[in-house]
């Protein structure tokens, strides 16, 4: 009877671990980057004043906690040329995780778009922006929105792709039309299956 009881108790615990290690991926979409905020500078990941491939009139812009969006957007950016940049928070979030989810939970508990820095580009040089982050509380991080609400997207085709630790993608679909909602949403991409990404790009004759 002990022995039962003890078994009981083990595989209480290692659901109660897998429970909570799979609701701290729900938070911040962590999927496959490091534990720690890492900053890169921006003259590292910044480039402008190209031209995409077949002369398409191309911007990635993305936002990424831990590298792991950042390695996507670039990805993307080799794929499609044109111009790259990269979303950033005038004030950088903590490096820790847990430090990271309760700051980004008071800026949407208050509902205060943070203060980025980003590259100054004209939109008028751009017909398409493709749009990179991680899942965050099932929406867009908020400067991802305060990026798109401080741009003129009117008329542009925006196309948003996301990393998640199990979030969808559907409901940032939603706030981030809220935000542009003068420009042409494309369909998102979830991209935690990186097989999605090039039959997803050719979808918009990014690549052939």
Partial sequence: ??????????ALLIVGA?????????????????FANKPV???????VGNVAKDGKRVLVAYYSW?????????SIHRQVGGDIIEIRPVKPYPEGYKATVKVVKQELDSGTLPEINVA??????YDTILVGYPIWFHREPLVVEKFLRSIDTTGKTILPFATSGGSPIEASVTTISKAAPKAKLG?????????LVNPWLKKYNLIK
């Fill in 66 to 74: 831990g590298g792991n969006t950042r390695k996507l957007a670039q």
């Fill in 120 to 125: 100054k580009v004209d939109m008028k040089d």
């Fill in 18 to 34: 897998v429970f909570y290690m799979t609701n701290k991926s729900f938070v911040l979409g962590r999927v496959g980057m490091s």
């Fill in 187 to 195: 369909d998102a991409l979830l991209a935690n299956d990186k097989g």
């Fill in 41 to 47: 500078d921006a003259a590292t990941t910044d480039s």
């Fill in 1 to 10: 009877m002990k022995k039962i009881i003890f078994y009981i108790i083990v």
